[in-house]
């Protein structure tokens, strides 16, 4: 069975797509005005990130909860299948519990339609869930972090995947819940910790970024991971969610060659108009449609990259940005970089903070093939050649907002 284009398969694009653009930076700025419009109730914050990825956006929401209420309890609730996403996400939490020490943190490799209860709908699967609780010693962010590497252990042996035989997805091998708090905290976060009997919960707010493949239909982006967040919205919450909407030079790059391409065939508006169609009447009319935004981002490069003629690792990050947002699938890729003498015009992926010699790095030409090992793993281009340089160009994300009454 051919699989389809997901996130998860694609390791090497998707971290070097993160540390080369400042899209993480961006999404979280754009979703502080909605932490600081909670308005806290007892026994506290509760978030919720539906695909926690390497953690930075995630890390990001949660020091914005600790400016705005910096005394409030906050439980932070998040899934992710990947188990090296886990890894890296651990990898950033010691400084939270420090910087605020009243904090819950769960995450799970469940399903959208699972997560925010904390149970597999798979009721022989859900017999057999791990739920590792971590109360963790101490006071300073190393002991936090000698504690959680103590995890990989149990990521090792209980946070592995399978195919669903029926879709070809991954799926969860056993359920897996995991549970962090300060142990000199517990008295005062007991409510907000959940149990195996006791695992429900309502948020505040929840973060959907980028949460699924942009060629499959509204309709299972609202079944499979809209509804089932919109169902774990509490009284005023909030739902955001974010996903890229192509007409920027990413796109652009693709149309030129693949023409017949097309990765964004149902943006929000197709997904807001199936809701409304198909929601039970009941729960459509607590909700409420807010605005929808562009949330622009940019490649991240040194003023001096491209002197010399040769910029190997910025072109490389623009053609990643370029296959990796539009969600292109390996075998595609692979055919074209193998191509000899191909073109990529108005590429204008790259903005300068003090713009080097001659301006900004828009086009670029491939001369001669890459070897298959090169396209297998992705190693750096070595046969790039500078053309052009003109204007300057971002990347595009729209922001949807949902409420709920």
């Known amino acids: 069975m051919k699989k389809n284009f997901r ?7 998707y971290l070097l797509f993160v540390t080369t653009t400042n899209e993480k930076n ?3 700025d754009a979703i502080r005005p909605h932490v600081n419009k909670i308005k806290p109730v007892k026994p506290g914050i509760k978030i919720f990130d539906a695909g926690m990825g390497d953690g930075s956006l995630l890390m990001n929401v949660m020091r914005q909860c600790h400016s705005a209420n910096p005394t409030i309890p906050l439980l932070v609730a998040t899934k992710e299948i990947s188990i090296e996403d886990v890894r890296l996400g651990l990898e950033k939490l010691p400084d939270r519990f420090v910087e605020h ?4 943190f769960v995450i799970s490799n469940l399903h959208y339609a699972e997560a925010a209860n904390l149970k597999s709908k798979n009721e022989k ?3 057999k869930i791990n739920w ?3 109360k963790l010693k101490g006071n300073t962010s190393i002991e936090f972090a000698q504690q959680l590497r103590k995890q990989n252990k149990f990521l090792e042996k209980k946070w592995n995947i399978e195919i669903n035989k029926k879709s070809g997805n991954h799926t969860y091998k056993e359920p897996s819940v995991i549970v962090i708090y300060r142990e000199d905290q517990e008295f005062n976060v007991n409510e907000l910790i959940p149990t195996k009997n006791n695992s429900a919960n309502k948020f505040d707010l929840i973060i959907a970024s980028q949460p699924y493949r942009s060629r499959i239909s509204a309709e299972k982006k609202a079944k499979y991971v809209i509804e089932p967040m919109i169902k774990a919205l509490k009284s005023k919450g909030k739902l955001l969610t974010i996903h890229a909407s192509g007409k920027d030079p990413a796109n652009e790059i693709i149309r030129k060659i693949w023409p017949k ?3 964004f065939p149902s943006l929000g508006n197709s997904i807001i108009s199936y809701l409304k169609k198909n929601l039970d009447k009941e729960l459509l009319d607590t909700l409420s449609f807010g605005e929808k935004r562009n949330i622009k981002c940019k490649l991240r490069a040194l003023p001096t990259e491209i002197s010399g003629g040769i910029a190997t690792s910025l ?10 947002v539009n969600q292109m699938d390996d075998d595609k890729v692979m055919k074209v970089e193998k191509t000899k003498n191909w ?3 108005k590429v204008s992926m790259v903005t300068w903070d003090r713009p080097p010699r001659g301006g900004d790095l828009a086009d670029f030409r491939v001369s001669g093939a890459l070897s298959d090992h090169d396209a297998r793993v992705g190693t750096a281009f070595s046969r790039f050649r500078l053309c052009k340089l003109p204007q300057k160009s971002t990347k595009t994300s729209f922001l949807s907002i949902l409420g709920r009454s």
Request: net charge positive; with cysteine.
């Open 125 to 127: 699967k859900q017999k």
């Open 315 to 324: 072109i490389f990050s623009a053609w990643n940005a370029s296959i990796y």
């Open 26 to 28: 961006q999404i979280a």
């Open 132 to 134: 590792n609780v971590i």
């Open 343 to 345: 073109t990529c015009r």
């Open 261 to 263: 391409e097309n990765p």
């Open 7 to 13: 996130f998860y398969d694609n390791r090497q694009k």
């Open 101 to 104: 020490k009243n904090t819950v």
